[in-house]
C-alpha cells in the first residue's frame, strides 16, 4: 500500500503544471532567432520588421539568461532593463 501511494503522489507531482512560469504579458513579445534560414522572430508567434544590431548583440549575450523581449520597445525579459 505504501508503494502505491509513492507513486500515486509521484505521478501528480509530474502532472501538475510548475508553478514558477514565465509571467509575461500577453502583448509582450519574446524574440528568438533561427540560425539555419537566418530568421528572426517572435514567440509565441509573428515577425519583427526590424532587428537593429544592437538588439542583435542584445540577444545573442542574454539568450541563455531570460532573452530579448518587444513591447512598445525592446528590453531584456529577466531584468525589465531597456535596450534602445
Known amino acids: 500500500m505504501n508503494k502505491f501511494a509513492i507513486i500515486a503522489i509521484a505521478l501528480c507531482l509530474l502532472l501538475v503544471p510548475g508553478s514558477h512560469q514565465d509571467a509575461l504579458l500577453d502583448q509582450v513579445l519574446k524574440l528568438d532567432y ?12 509573428g515577425r519583427p520588421d526590424v532587428v ?33
Not at 533561427?34 to 508567434?45: A, E, G, I, R
Not at 545573442?60 to 525589465?80: D, I, L, M, P, R
Request: net charge negative.
Open 34 to 45: 533561427n540560425p539555419t534560414y537566418d530568421l528572426w522572430f517572435f514567440s509565441p508567434d
Open 52 to 84: 537593429s544590431m544592437k538588439v542583435q548583440t542584445a540577444y545573442e549575450h542574454a539568450k541563455n539568461s531570460g532573452g530579448v523581449c518587444y513591447y512598445k520597445e525592446w528590453f531584456y525579459c529577466k531584468t525589465g532593463e531597456f535596450i534602445e
